[in-house]
T-cell receptor, first 113, second 118 residues
Framework: GAGVSQSPSNKVTEKGKDVELRCDPI?????LYWYRQSLGQGLEFLIY????????KSGLPSDRFSAERTGGSVSTLTIQRTQQEDSAVYLC???????????FGQGTRLTVV | AQKVTQAQTEISVVEKEDVTLDCVYE???????LFWYKQPPSGELVFLIR??????QNEISGRYSWNFQKSTSSFNFTITASQVVDSAVYFC???????????????FGTGTRLTVIP
């Protein structure tokens, strides 16, 4: 596609439920990033993919968070047993290769009630 | 250690004033890239500029200009004759090309919220 696409745009879920957030990067981009942004805050790094592998998972806040990327393209971020503190906007970005500018999707606003 | 520091949390200016957003970075790599992004109220991050570590020429794009100084590890962003539409959060970012293999290499500052008052 022309840009990075994320779905859903908004997700409201009950505490304790699992959620899946999807990111469709720009075609041909090998690097993919997930960030989290709480209201009025900066970007919190979650995970970075190079191709299908995730060499850096250092930002995942707990073992309830996991992510995968298949076919060097679509990525899914899964949050299990959601908690209220997981409420935030989850942003995905992709770049052609390491060091190039990253382009961001519009984000998924997650609200845990 | 914080790799990108944006010391100004919030700035307010009156329309048509010039404003400079500061960005100081830290890296041991000799090859790296610096970026500025804009996040308007709509929320989507918009890429503004990429600069590599070997090119210290200042850049101007319309009302926007960037001053890259390796001697002070700074990459400041100036908006000339600010407009209300410039109101947004601006993020500076660093990418380390030779960062340890496999690790995340795209680091963001905490952002500066710019408000342009009409």
């Amino acid at each position: 596609g022309a840009g990075v696409s994320q779905s859903p745009s908004n997700k409201v879920t009950e505490k304790g439920k699992d959620v899946e957030l999807r990111c469709d990067p720009i075609s041909g981009h090998t690097a993919l990033y997930w960030y989290r942004q709480s209201l009025g805050q900066g970007l919190e790094f979650l995970i970075y993919f190079q191709g299908n592998s995730a060499p850096d998972k250092s930002g995942l806040p707990s073992d309830r968070f996991s992510a995968e990327r298949t076919g060097g393209s679509v990525s899914t971020l899964t949050i299990q047993r959601t908690q209220q503190e997981d409420s935030a906007v989850y942003l995905c970005a992709s770049s052609l290769v390491k060091g190039y500018e990253a382009f961001f999707g519009q984000g998924t606003r997650l609200t845990v009630v | 250690a914080q790799k990108v520091t944006q010391a100004q949390t919030e700035i307010s200016v009156v329309e048509k004033e010039d404003v400079t957003l500061d960005c100081v970075y830290e890296t041991r790599d000799t090859t790296y890239y610096l970026f500025w992004y804009k996040q308007p109220p709509s929320g989507e991050l918009v890429f503004l500029i990429r600069r590599n570590s070997f090119d210290e020429q200042n850049e101007i794009s319309g009302r926007y200009s960037w001053n890259f100084q390796k001697s002070t590890s700074s990459f400041n962003f100036t908006i000339t004759a600010s407009q209300v539409v410039d109101s947004a959060v601006y993020f500076c970012a660093l990418s380390e090309a030779l960062h340890q293999t496999g690790a995340n290499n795209l680091f963001f500052g905490t952002g500066t919220r710019l408000t342009v008052i009409p």
